[in-house]
DNA sequence: TCCGAGCCACTTTTT
DNA sequence: GTGGCTCGGA
């Protein structure tokens, strides 16, 4: 594979192919620090692996002498793929290729010792670290109501992401939390955690930086390990990135960093986009390339984005352009509330099909996962196939968490955190009382919670039935762990699982999620079988924290906008563009303008995801915390141009309105008097009389759009007539199961379209194609 | 020790 | 509407 030096058919080089002189210039400019500010949809990740087959081809590097940083797992996983395909099995010697965390996870195993661990060190998630936090508030005897063990977690989060040791925090910082005891809880949680074995994502960076600052020798190994770094989503980096950054290319200064300060969306996360905005001052003598070609979206969808984004201040600024032709305008609806919304985009989506598109071609992408509900409900009922990308993570399910427990307890029988968890689920008459009990005898004998259990089986500390059952689940650890050196690690899984009665409580457990939680653990043996050992599996989960999961054909994805950054589709609907939903509420609250201009990053990211069609909706009214709140639509929506944007609303309902939700509209003007098209003739707001105009030049259809926000009957009768009513295949009053709903009783048969009492759910009506007998 | 009733705060976004 | 937590009774 790899090209002599100095051979200059470049052209042959199957990356080069097709490049454009920008990105040429990106690629060519191998040595020294480089800059690539891209911009989106101007082929960045074409760039980032072109650069990595030219330094390979040129013979600059070996594949384990690059080392390229990624933001998320998925961004790693990506490029791996891209790069495998462009050249082959030479990149399987990528081993430096991976996030941070994951790549100072390997850097520290590696030396664990000198920052005080043992290599077999556990990385707790934020479940495990609010756990341990919440020990840390309670033995300090402070009110845990006042100060929640999740704002101190997320205030040390915010110190790791500055590179703040304990020390290092700011006084006043420190009275954030239980009047000055921040700092003190901090440096308590982090003995703790030196004790326990564990680190937390934060940590993984921050001792890594302490590890090279303690021993420049080890620095220097790494300096002539690493000869080239590449980094991906610049703008997305804290401070403790940066400063590990800085620290691993001191020496050769062969950096190159890709970003978009447009882009930078995690700074909630600490990500700082001064990061990339002074990269020419850290680094003198940096070559900037700019990448302003985009090859992915319309004229008027990136008109709209580019407007959209002018508006923030604090920004490099670069100009997009394309040369694709005209295309749809960007198409801004109003519906009446968040259901009417979801039967609109799922209309579109049938209609889109009916095209002859894909279901995959499209996109539904939220602002908080909480909006997802209503199109997984509406998709459900149409049998759209839909897939939820991100959501509750399989990980973060609790019986998954449950069976790592079990299997991290026999991995390092002192993992505390395990230890409690598990000691009493499935039920062994361990409580509170009795696991209290033990947990102070260890911490007086300065054991941990499974070496005291054994020793409390010589004494009368315990009784009864908290005695028989602990002592009984120390004999299956025990058990396990013998047999964990005869049976493959999933075998053993299995086996745990079976005869710690875990399996059994679910199969006795009533809840309607229980059966999924038993194909959950099912899943979790499957996925154990892709790894060859039990640690080698753990150490994947606890960094990865997600798992390659088999494609489901043709679907429609559903994600938030912050998934969805990097990702493209034809067909992209952005939902729930309402004042305090997006921006949300949280944001406008914290920070004011800098919070502000991220949310509007994040629109300017939901738009330009789309190739062909971008489609913004909006809600009237709301349903937020189960209350009907009527909500006005984003400024974002304002903020649009005119001349790129088809606004369209439906207008009818504002009429008919008696509630809050007609008076707020009615604060724009008088209502429409035509019912029917849609607009009114006195509303006051700029995307108002954008709509108007629209709509008086004949830009929209009326026809095209108009009923999209119909009364539910007509979805209904949608479905009537979609699935026939056939033989009626349910009893009144027979028990049933819906997979979504749970179990319920029918309570009236039309058709096909039963009428159900759920048991959790209430009332609804759904398709008997959905049901089946319980 | 366990379990149900009632109260509460809560929803960003991810390694 | 939901899920987590506390409290009181079995």
Redesign the pocket.
């Known amino acids: 594979m790899a090209r002599a030096p100095g051979n200059r058919g470049e052209a042959a080089s199957p990356w080069m192919a097709g490049l454009n002189p920008e990105q040429r210039e990106a690629v060519e400019a191998l040595d020294g620090p480089v800059l690539v500010l891209s911009g989106a949809g101007t082929g960045k990740t074409r760039v980032l692996t072109a650069r990595l087959a030219q330094l390979l081809a040129t013979g600059r590097a070996k594949p384990w002498e690059i080392l390229s940083v990624t ?4 961004a790693a996983r990506e490029m791996r793929d891209r790069i495998q395909s462009l050249i082959g099995p030479a990149s399987e010697g990528l081993r430096w290729l991976g ?4 790549t100072s996870a390997m850097i520290l195993r590696r030396h664990a010792e000198l920052v005080g661990l043992k290599p077999s060190f556990t990385v707790l ?2 479940d495990d670290q609010i756990r341990l936090l ?1 020990q840390v508030i309670e033995a300090e005897n402070i009110d ?2 006042r100060w929640t063990p ?1 704002f101190l977690a997320s205030l040390i ?1 915010g110190w790791k992401n500055r590179a703040l040791t304990p020390e290092k925090v700011p006084a006043e910082e420190s009275f954030l939390f239980a009047n000055g005891k921040g700092a003190k809880l901090y440096a308590t949680y982090q003995a703790r955690l030196k004790i326990l074995n564990c680190v937390d ?2 940590d993984l960076l921050l001792e890594t930086i302490s590890l090279f600052l303690k021993e420049p020798d080890l620095l220097a190994e790494y300096h002539d390990r690493f000869k080239y770094i590449l980094v991906d989503e610049y703008q997305d980096t804290n401070v403790a990135q940066y400063l590990w950054l800085r620290l691993l290319a001191r020496k050769r200064r062969n950096l190159c960093v890709v970003g978009d300060d447009d882009q930078s ?2 700074g ?2 600490g990500a700082e986009v001064d990061n990339i905005l002074r990269f020419e001052h850290d680094f003198p003598g940096a070559k900037i390339v700019r990448l302003e070609r985009n090859y992915r979206s319309t004229p008027h969808i990136l008109a709209a984005a580019s407007h959209l984004i002018a508006a923030n201040q604090n920004r490099l600024g670069k100009t997009l352009w394309t040369d694709m032709s005209e295309g749809d305008r960007v198409l801004v609806r109003g519906v009446w509330d968040g259901e009417a919304e979801a039967r609109l985009i799922a209309d579109d989506i049938e209609q889109w099909r009916r095209l002859g598109r894909r279901y995959d071609e499209s996109a539904v992408l939220v ?4 909006q997802m509900r209503a199109f997984e409900e509406r998709f459900l009922m149409l049998q759209i196939p839909y897939k939820v990308i ?1 959501g509750p ?1 399989f990980f973060e399910r ?1 019986e998954i968490r449950d069976a790592h427990a079990y299997l991290r307890l026999i991995r390092s029988p002192d993992d505390d955190l395990a230890f409690e968890r598990i000691v ?1 689920v499935p ?9 209290q009990r033990i947990g102070a005898a260890a911490r007086l004998a300065g054991v941990s919670l499974h070496t005291m259990s054994q020793q409390l089986m010589g004494s009368d500390e315990l009784k ?3 005695r028989t ?1 602990l002592a009984r689940f120390i004999r299956q650890l025990d058990h396990w762990r013998q047999k964990a050196l005869e049976l493959p690690h999933t075998e053993l899984a299995e086996l745990i699982l079976e005869e710690s009665g875990y399996t059994d409580m679910l199969k006795a457990d009533k809840n309607p999620q229980a059966a999924s939680k038993l194909d959950n653990l099912k899943e979790l043996v499957r996925s154990m079988g892709q790894f060859d050992t039990l640690a080698a599996y753990l150490e994947h989960i606890e ?4 798992l390659d999961r088999a494609e489901e054909g043709d679907s429609v994805q559903i ?2 906008l ?2 969805a950054k990097g990702l493209e589709w034809p067909l992209v609907f952005l939902p729930g563009w309402e004042e305090e939903v997006f921006p ?4 406008l609250d ?1 920070k004011g303008d800098k ?1 502000l201009e991220e949310e509007r990053r ?1 629109a300017y990211v939901g738009i330009t995801r789309a190739r062909e069609s971008a489609r913004i909706s909006f809600a009237a009214n709301r ?5 009907w709140t009527s909500v006005l639509p984003s400024r974002f929506v304002d903020e649009l141009p005119d001349g790129h944007v088809d606004a369209v609303s439906d207008t009818g309902y504002f009429n008919q309105g008696t509630g809050g939700a007609a008076e707020r509209f009615a604060a724009y003007g008088p209502l429409s008097t035509q019912p029917g098209n849609g607009f009114g003739t006195g509303y006051e707001s700029p995307g108002w009389k954008r709509a108007q105009a629209a709509a008086a030049l004949g830009k929209v259809a009326s026809g095209t759009v108009r009923g999209f926000g119909g009364p539910v009957i007509d979805g209904e009768a949608k479905l009537l007539a979609r699935t026939g009513a056939g033989d009626a295949k349910y009893q009144l009053g027979q028990r049933i199961f819906h997979d979504k709903f749970g179990y319920g009783a029918v309570r009236h048969v039309e058709g096909s379209k039963l009428t159900i009492a759920f048991e ?3 009332e609804k009506k759904v398709l008997d194609s959905f049901v089946r007998p319980a």
Request: glycine share 12%.
């Open positions: 933001f998320t797992n998925k996030t941070f965390h994951s998630d934020t919440k845990q109501k999740r989060d994502f934060g969306i995690y909630w996360r602002r908080a996962s909480w991100g993570r609790a009493n039920k062994r008459g361990i409580g509170d009382t009795s696991v009864g039935a908290a059952g960094l990865v924290m997600d994600l938030t912050h998934a949300s509420r949280r944001a914290d919070a994040l349903q937020i915390y189960g209350r959790k759910s209430g």
